[in-house]
């Protein structure tokens, strides 16, 4: 639940995200209110995701709006987020759908038994404190034949942050059978602006 202007505090406490909800979707490609920028994120989930009906685990899901265009393509999704308020946003935001959202961490998600064909994170995993570890946690929340879908990045130049895209891949190869790398930096309508850092989704197959 991040993007280029909050990457410097994405480990802030849960109330500092439940006070940036309010206006956390005037981030271009968190609202995706603008329709070339949605449009550009519903394309790529559309490759990205399975071509028939599936249940999509959407971490740190914010306020929802990857889990709306997962659900208006026919998917089925769970949300999670560790933000009351951004769950409540996501809520209202899905009222109506094939969707639940849920509050609870996205490194340990309050699921239960239940288990997905598809894990989809954007720019979560790399706030986290442990990467390894809870991508092997991910992994047995996949049913067999389930597929990752993780948007991640490297921000900034003075001091970067995030996961390259090599380090990212080399983590989920123990743990997939299939794992590729789709760079995202040039595509501008995906982000509302041109941007020079890394930007990149890795889709794994288990």
């Not at 028939?52 to 971490?59: C, K, M, Q, S, Y």
């Not at 970067?160 to 080399?170: C, N, Q, T």
Request: proline share 7%.
């Amino acid at each position: 639940m991040t993007s280029e202007n909050t990457h410097t505090v994405a480990t802030a406490p849960e109330e500092d995200w439940d006070a940036r909800a309010a206006v956390f979707d005037d981030e271009p490609d968190h609202g995706l209110r603008d329709p070339q920028v949605r449009t550009a994120w519903a394309d790529r989930l559309r490759a990205w995701l399975p071509g028939h009906p599936a249940d999509v685990l959407d971490l740190g899901c914010g306020t929802g709006s990857l889990s709306l265009l997962a659900v208006e393509q026919g998917h089925r999704v769970t949300g999670v987020d560790r933000s009351p308020a951004m769950a409540e946003l996501a809520r209202g935001k899905l009222a109506g759908r094939t969707a639940t959202i849920l509050c609870g961490d996205a490194a340990a998600p309050p699921v239960g038994e239940e288990r997905y064909d598809v894990v989809l994170v954007r720019h979560v995993l790399w706030t986290l404190p442990d990467p390894a570890a809870v991508l092997r946690h991910w992994r047995g929340l996949l049913r067999p034949a389930g597929r990752f879908v993780l948007v991640e990045g490297v921000w900034g130049t003075l001091s970067p942050v995030g996961i390259p895209a090599g380090s990212l891949a080399a983590a989920l190869a123990p743990l997939a059978r299939d794992v590729r790398v789709e760079r995202l930096s040039g595509n501008a309508s995906l982000w509302g602006k041109e941007v020079t850092d890394e930007r990149y989704a890795v889709i794994a197959d288990v």
